[in-house]
């Protein structure tokens, strides 16, 4: 693979490295996609398995139905969640992680866990922050 990480015209040539750090990198946009704030939060929810919208809106508490379902479509068509639509009716949609996003998930849960045990060092610090 080449480490090429000048801005070329043909952005989707796979023999280019992926490299964040760089402008034009196609692996920016997924980077936003998982690190967003809805798209962490489903992403580690479906951790625990398969989900239907609802359910998944519940448990990830305060996204609007709007923004959940533009986040799954883009975690979607980054290949890391799989919707199922079963022909029932009424008809059922349900979500799980692809191989990927069980990867990526389980490395947002292990930031999720080390920012919440960071808690007391946190506001400590925030406290510290207001007080100068």
């Not at 952005?11 to 196609?26: R, S």
């Not at 890391?80 to 998930?105: D, F, N, S």
């Not at 930031?111 to 207001?130: D, K, N």
């Amino acid at each position: 693979m080449s480490t090429q990480r000048t801005s070329s015209p043909d952005l989707d040539d796979p023999t280019l490295e992926a490299d964040v750090f760089a402008k034009d990198c196609t692996s920016r946009p997924v980077l936003q996609n998982v690190t967003s704030r809805w798209g962490i939060l489903a992403l580690v929810a479906l951790r625990d398995g398969s989900y239907r919208f609802s359910a998944l809106r519940r448990r990830v508490d305060g996204v609007s139905e709007r923004m959940l379902s533009q986040t799954l479509q883009a975690l979607e068509r980054d290949g890391m969640v799989h919707r199922e639509v079963h022909e029932t009716i009424p008809p059922r949609v349900e979500y799980t992680l692809t191989e990927l996003g069980a990867q990526v998930a389980e490395q947002l849960h292990s930031l999720i866990h080390l920012v919440e045990q960071s808690m007391p060092q946190v506001r400590a610090a925030q406290e510290s922050y207001h007080r100068d």
